[in-house]
């Protein structure tokens, strides 16, 4: 059931003692990123702000993720499982989520990390990130500033590159030129608000179709 402020009283928050399990999970890569507990109180503030709000049982009183260090997590949707006692937020961080510092709060890494195709979204993000800092020497910066012709340029010459690989080169050449038009297309895709997300949503309603 995708949980709305119309709906919350289809919610079971008595069998938790007013409380629900929150999991997050990444809304590009699918990757899991924390555990934590709403009250009826912090869903709805959740619902409201966009961004993840929790319960602290330890503390007894709400806390919005990234409240002091600025990694927020923007909430796309919050969706509850079969039994109306669990929450599956679906969200997009603003940066680590972990407060050691790293990208989820399970440890090593590689233990969550199904597909290398998750770190798409995690180079979107590196991507957004770069597009919206002040640092000058970024080569991402500096393209898209050049202007859009020029990234379209790029992409346009990498995808040359692609071709051409796929042809006279062999299969690490393809890999190595596929990854770099990828990485401009991700740019280009960026720079104009969208991203591969949107991609694949074309994608689905051509297949649907």
Same mark, same amino acid.
């Given at each position: 059931?995708? &949980?709305?402020?119309?709906?919350? +009283?289809?919610l ?14 990444? $809304? #590009? #890569? ?10 009826? *109180? ?5 619902? !409201? ?5 929790? @319960?602290?049982r330890?503390?007894?009183?709400? @806390? ?9 997590? !923007? ?16 969200a ?16 090593? +890494? $590689?233990?969550?990390? $199904? #597909? ?15 597009? #919206?800092? =002040?640092?000058? =020497? ?10 859009p ?12 590159? &692609? ?6 080169a ?20 960026? =720079? ?9 949503? *074309? ?7």
């Amino acid at each position: 059931m995708k &949980v709305s402020s119309q709906n919350l +009283d289809q919610l079971d928050f008595a069998k938790g003692e007013g409380l629900l399990t929150a999991v997050v999970q990444h $809304a #590009s #890569s699918g990757e899991v990123l924390m555990v934590g507990w709403m009250n009826r *109180e912090a869903l709805e503030e959740t619902l !409201q702000r966009g961004r993840a709000v929790f @319960w602290s049982r330890s503390r007894r009183c709400l @806390w919005e993720k990234g409240e002091t260090s600025g990694h927020l997590l !923007q909430v796309v949707e919050v969706h509850a499982d079969c039994d109306r006692d669990t929450l599956l937020v679906l969200a997009k961080p603003a940066g680590p989520v972990c407060h050691e510092g790293t990208r989820h709060c399970f440890g090593d +890494d $590689a233990l969550l990390e $199904a #597909s290398p195709l998750h770190f798409l979204a995690q180079l979107e993000q590196v991507v957004s990130h770069r597009l #919206s800092g =002040s640092d000058s =020497s970024s080569y991402t910066r500096r393209l898209v500033e050049a202007g859009p012709a020029r990234v379209a340029q790029k992409v346009g010459e990498e995808g040359v590159e &692609v071709a051409l690989a796929a042809v006279t080169a062999d299969a690490d050449k393809l890999v190595g030129e596929s990854a770099d038009l990828l990485y401009h297309l991700i740019v280009l895709l960026r =720079s104009k608000g969208l991203g591969l997300e949107d991609v694949a949503r *074309e994608l689905e309603r051509r297949h649907k179709s």
